[in-house]
């Protein structure tokens, strides 16, 4: 599987959009590119998968780069609540094995 | 709502016990992952299964853990013996191949003293 390269943290203003990157230079074809995330003390959570299609959902946006080396997850209205570690994943679907790296500490602030 | 169900939620055992954790998959969901995380290892994978067969338990130590799925509404994840640094949070997932997404359950907290 591809790796994928995450900025460690980031603050993010209650009410804002939040842009979270990730580099994943090395994706091949068939690789999707997923966003989970972990709040604290509880199982990860699905956000949103892609492949090359810019997609959204109730929860998020994520634009893909047209070369796919990266993409962007983006929180429309951060609240309170996504404080949590969001992690970018490639993978391939019918594989499903996620392999999770360190991935984005979001705090969230008021 | 349908979830992923894992018990214990919490246990705490001493160095040479056997310890068994439990996962109730989703109702029609055919793969099933054991994930380990610590703070210094992060999330690892273990072993997962589709159609309660094993594709993949590399990740998983073989000379103490063991993975099964008795059925299709049971996963375990045994360890024995357990040793201090087995401790760690246990998450078990579930999904469908094809939909995109996987459903973890709330975890097990393993301490093994």
């Known amino acids: 599987d591809a790796k994928t390269t995450q900025p460690t943290s980031m603050d993010c203003a209650e009410g804002r959009a939040a842009n979270l990157p990730c580099n994943h230079s090395?994706?091949?074809?068939?690789?999707?590119v997923y966003w989970y995330r972990q709040i604290h003390s509880q199982g990860p959570q699905y956000i949103i998968h892609?492949?090359?299609n810019n997609e959204t959902n109730e929860m998020a946006s994520l634009i893909i780069t047209e070369d796919r080396k990266s993409s962007t997850l983006i929180l429309p209205h951060a609240t309170l609540r996504d404080t949590a570690v969001y992690y970018c994943?490639?993978?391939?679907?019918?594989?499903?094995?996620?392999?999770f790296g360190a991935g984005t500490t979001v705090t969230v602030r008021a | 709502d349908a979830r992923v169900t894992q018990t214990p939620r919490d246990k705490v055992t001493e160095m040479g016990q056997e310890v068994t954790m439990r996962c109730q998959p989703i109702?029609?969901?055919?793969?099933v992952f054991w994930y380990r995380q610590t703070m210094m290892q992060g999330l690892e994978l273990l072993a997962y299964?589709?159609?309660?067969?094993?594709?993949?338990d590399s990740g998983m130590p073989k000379d103490r853990f063991s993975a099964e799925m008795p059925d299709a509404t049971l996963a375990t994840l045994k360890i024995q013996p357990s040793e201090p640094r087995d401790s760690a949070v246990y998450f078990c997932?579930?999904?469908?191949?094809?939909?995109?997404?996987?459903?973890f359950g709330e975890g097990s907290r393993l301490t093994v003293l």
């Open positions: 892609g492949l090359k």
């Open positions: 994943i490639v993978s391939l679907s019918n594989d499903y094995k996620l392999s």
């Open positions: 090395t994706i091949s074809g068939n690789e999707y």
């Open positions: 299964f589709r159609n309660r067969a094993p594709l993949d």
């Open positions: 109702l029609g969901h055919n793969t």
């Open positions: 997932a579930s999904g469908d191949p094809g939909r995109g997404e996987l459903f």
